[in-house]
């Protein structure tokens, strides 16, 4: 059995989570702002489908991707150095959601339900989540979307309309995030997919023992912008 969250209910322990299903650690509770920094701060996330009640997961172990250790295929490389596009953060939040709540192959339904495109718009406007984007020819093409605490990115979802175009926003974020010394980013749940960026499973309390930390450190810029030369060293490296 897990608890029901009543509205000023604080979270349980992360390490009274379930192992079947691994990580459901509550339900109930709300999608406040208040709520969701909270849940964070304490490696905690929202996860439900429209007909389900707010359901909070801390999985053990964790999936993660530590900046410094991003790997990129050569396939990937060739493609970030030699197609047109143009990258930015946070000029099509909203879009980027309602991108990600598009259903996919072998889907039914979706968790990036209404609410939590209003709930996630709400801490983007207090510069607390954040969208990194690909644009080609003058549209959006595809991109991803996370919270950011201190110095720890919480990565929650990545739509892409065109090949690579989620792919090519998460390499440059991941670079921004890197000259700005985040330390951490939540992949949340094992997927071979980000598994081939380098990212790995880590045991809960490790993770928890990271983002303590990283939380503490001074917020990066409140208006998101990729370097001004970030585009060329990434395509140098490429």
Request: proline share 7%; with cysteine.
């Amino acid at each position: 059995m897990i608890p029901w969250l009543e509205s000023s209910d604080p979270f349980p322990p992360s390490n009274k989570a379930l192992h079947d299903p691994n990580g459901l650690l509550a339900a109930g509770g709300d999608l406040s702002p208040a709520r969701l920094i909270d849940a964070y701060t304490h490696g905690i996330f929202p996860w439900f489908n429209a007909d389900e009640p707010i359901l909070w997961w801390s999985p053990d172990p964790r999936m993660a991707l530590f900046p410094t250790e991003l790997k990129v295929s050569r396939s990937l490389k060739k493609v970030i150095r030699n197609r047109a596009y143009e990258v930015r953060l946070d000029s099509a939040f909203t879009r980027v959601m309602q991108g990600c709540a598009q259903p996919r192959a072998g889907q039914d339904g979706t968790w990036v339900t209404p609410v939590m495109i209003e709930a996630y718009t709400q801490l983007h406007q207090m510069g607390i989540a954040h969208s990194a984007e690909t644009w080609i020819d003058g549209k959006l093409a595809g991109g991803l979307y996370g919270v950011a605490l201190g110095r720890m990115f919480y990565g929650e979802s990545m739509f892409t309309e065109v090949s690579d175009a989620s792919k090519i926003a998460f390499v440059h974020l991941v670079w921004q995030l890197k000259r700005w010394g985040f330390g951490m980013i939540d992949c949340q749940m094992k997927t071979a997919h980000l598994a081939t960026f380098g990212a790995v499973e880590i045991p809960r309390p490790d993770f928890m023992r990271r983002v303590s930390n990283l939380i503490q450190y001074s917020p990066a810029p409140i208006s998101w912008q990729f370097d001004a030369n970030l585009k060329d060293e990434l395509e140098a490296d490429a």
